[in-house]
């Protein structure tokens, strides 16, 4: 199933929020469609915003183009602007966005009809070294697993999450393949419930073996049952390897470490920040209230209950075991230097 789909002019977008009950598409022909899409999660998880925002560029790109030569760049550059502030967490975004604009700083001197062609090509470009890069994290993380493994995964970063195969779900996928997985578990992530709706679907479609657990049994799970791994995905990670992943990451970490099980982070380079040195830099999304006063629709606490709702948290990079990259495994003391392409 594709999470994004590019056809004549449009940009088509799984989306997530209906998931799984309903497997439709968005159709966007507007970046300001695709800014929507990724401010309500219809897409989301770090690789597919960058994605989604690269082919957003496109999209502003076509519009502009239509409406004249003039101020073509500098329109450009207003929607790029919007396009990378639609969430501020997952360096991916802005790391997408600044590809394409470095594409189109390159064919300045060119028509808009060629700058537009120059950044699709871009686009796809980027969505296939994403699945190409994910299918490289799952070959280097399967490795790090022992034969009948049991695994947590927290949130969704699989295939929906990136543009195919997934980080931690691709290593779990992989693993899958090479018969090490007994179970994965999946924390149901709330308040919007990526793990419950979003990794239970992926793994059953492909007849990998998934258990539930809300994210409050994940401590009993861990002495009780016992884990080999607990394998997460990331939204930034800092020079430090301090990392910015979905709410709930921290509480597994801390877990995982007093349990004296492996910690691991799978992500390609997209999500690496060397510019960060720390993870006190990353900006954390602060969510609406609704997401947590109410489930599937209704409300569950009084009316006028305060709600604080960070969309993620950070992890020091000290609880982290490895970081499994594109390139390679990472082990600490993490000192990440090495930058993606185009940053
Ligand atoms: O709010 P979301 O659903 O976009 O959060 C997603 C996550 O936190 C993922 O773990 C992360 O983006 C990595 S996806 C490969």
Known sequence: METLRWENGTLYILDQTALPLQVSYLAAKDYRKVVEAIRRLAVRGAPAIGVAAAYAVVLAALEFGREGAGGFLARLETAANEIRKARPTAVNLDWGVRRQLAVAGE?????????????????????????EGNKAIGMHGAALLPRGASVLTHCNAGSLATSGYGTALGIIRSAHAAGKIKMVYAGETRPLLQGARLTCFELRRDGIPVTLITD??????????????????????????????????????????????????AAPFSTVDPDMPGGAGIPIEERGAEEVTHFAGEPVAAAGTVVWNPSFDLTPGQLITAIITEKGVIYPPYHITDRADGR
């Open 107 to 131: 064919k300045r001197s060119c028509a808009p009809q060629e700058i537009v062609e120059a950044l699709l090509a871009e686009a796809a470009a980027i969505a296939a070294a994403d699945q």
């Open 216 to 265: 409050s049994m994940a401590g009993y799970l861990m002495a009780r049952k016992g884990l080999d791994a607990v394998i997460v995905g990331a939204d930034r990670i800092a020079a430090n390897g301090d990392t910015a992943n979905k709410i709930g990451t921290y509480s597994l970490a801390v877990l995982a470490n007093y349990h004296g099980v492996p910690f691991y982070v």
